[in-house]
C-alpha cells in the first residue's frame, strides 16, 4: 500500500515537471522513471529491514529458549 502511495506521487510530481518543461521530454522521462525506481528500492528495502528485524526476534527467542534448556 505504501509503495503504491509512493509510487503515484511520484509520478504525480514527474508529470508537473514533464508540463513544466517542454524541451527536456526526454529528461523528465528519465527522471520520473529514475524517482519511481528510487521509491521502488526504498519501500524494498523497508521491506527487507523489517523482515529481517523480525527473523531476529525469532532467534532470539530460539536462542533464549535453547540456553533454558541447557541449563537443565
Known amino acids: 500500500m505504501t509503495k503504491s502511495i509512493a509510487l503515484s506521487l511520484v509520478l504525480a510530481a514527474s508529470l508537473g515537471l514533464a508540463a513544466c518543461s517542454g524541451n527536456h521530454e526526454d529528461n523528465a522521462a528519465n527522471m520520473a522513471a529514475n524517482a519511481a525506481e528510487n521509491a521502488s528500492n526504498a519501500a524494498d528495502n ?23 534448556a541447557n541449563a537443565m
Request: charged share 10%; aromatic share 0%.
Open 46 to 68: 523497508a521491506m527487507n529491514a523489517a523482515m529481517n528485524a523480525a527473523d531476529d526476534a525469532a532467534n532470539a527467542a530460539s536462542n533464549a529458549t535453547n540456553n533454558v
